[in-house]
């Protein structure tokens, strides 16, 4: 059993050394999501999904529905991921972007 101590200071330069290469390349991928992101088509009122979801561009539109609850939209529901965008990501329809001021039957309060 070896009684010298451990060289912390080496081992800490030698992680930092083989983490960073892999540190950047993370970071650039961030970016190009959240510029993927921008460029999704918007969700098509004619989606069958938006259809069977009755997603509208404008929740105002959706007072009639059952399931609508008043200031319910888009930019309010836990699945919204377009930040302060005006059109953004929605985790129920992945690739697509939905307005902000939208609102479908999915709608979940955020937490
Ligand atoms: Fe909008 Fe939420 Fe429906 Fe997505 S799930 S379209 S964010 S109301």
């Known amino acids: ?5 451990p060289d912390t200071g ?13 540190v950047a390349p993370l970071a ?7 510029a993927a992101a921008d460029e999704m088509p918007k969700l098509s ?11 509208v561009h404008d929740a105002s539109e959706a007072a009639d529905n ?3 609850k008043e200031g319910s ?5 836990q699945h ?4 302060d965008a005006e059109w953004g990501g929605c985790a129920i329809f992945p690739g697509k ?9 999915a709608w979940t309060k955020q937490a």
Request: glycine share 12%; charged share 20%.
């Open 1 to 5: 059993m070896s009684t010298s101590k």
């Open 10 to 22: 080496r081992r800490r330069l030698l992680a930092g050394a083989l983490t960073a290469p892999l």
């Open 28 to 34: 650039g991928l961030i970016g190009l999501r959240e």
């Open 45 to 55: 009122l004619d989606d069958p999904q938006a259809k069977g979801l009755s997603y």
């Open 66 to 68: 059952a399931a609508y």
């Open 73 to 77: 939209h888009c930019a309010n529901c």
């Open 80 to 83: 919204w991921q377009g930040g």
């Open 97 to 105: 972007r939905v307005h902000r001021n939208g609102w479908c039957t």
